[in-house]
């Protein structure tokens, strides 16, 4: 008798676990489309959707990669000359971090990076364009990463938990600001570099080689940096922690 009831439930908890699995398989089962763009120099994403952007492509166009019932719901819309990557409005399903994934290209160069709300950009290939001046803004647990860069000017802007990671950048200046718990991570080399950080944010710059520049630290931040000539820092409280 024990070894009947034993095999059945064994029995019972395969099928379970059958079940279970074909449905979790139904759920993040992926469909794709294809859509041409115009020119566009500026990218903005949100919601948790994760933008791999890949610079002086052969054409410019998108693909749009999410789960059945949620790939219908994911918009690209080009404002001016900036492209939006978002959920449509009316799209009151829960958005979950990397459920929709989305590939552009195009022949230029975008130069101006906007990721806010959970959203994400990947710059996949090197950018070189030393004549280009780069924005990037990350907010509110927003995450931007490129690498292999150079250019005349990067400006970087990063608040509310949010992440910016630069590897490997060649720029005449640079220009870091990161606040309210945020953090930029720098690597590679500039003529002249300006830091600021407020508002519990760490700015981790010491494998930057700069020539010259500024650190201004806040309260309760971390810098690090590898400035030859550094100008008198800023230092707004008494408890600020600056490591240079």
Partial sequence: MRSFITSATIAIVAICSTAISTSAAERIKRDSRTESLEHFNKISVGQGIIVNYTPFGSDTYATVSAPDGVLENIELTQVGDCLKVDYAKDYAEVRHYGEAIVNVTCP??????????????????????????????????????????????????????????????????????STATSKVELTGNCHTCTLIAATHSTIEASKLDAYAGSVTSGDRCMVSSNIRSVSEPTIPSSDNVAEL
């Fill in 108 to 177: 230029g160069l975008v130069t101006n990076y906007e990721a806010h709300s959970a959203g994400t950009i990947d710059v996949r290939s090197a950018i070189n364009s030393p004549l280009a001046d780069i924005t990037v803004e990350a907010s509110t647990d927003g995450l931007i990463s490129f690498r292999d860069v150079q250019c005349n000017k990067l400006n970087i802007e990063c608040r509310s938990g949010s992440k910016v990671i630069a590897d490997e950048i060649a720029c005449d200046d640079v220009v870091c600001e």
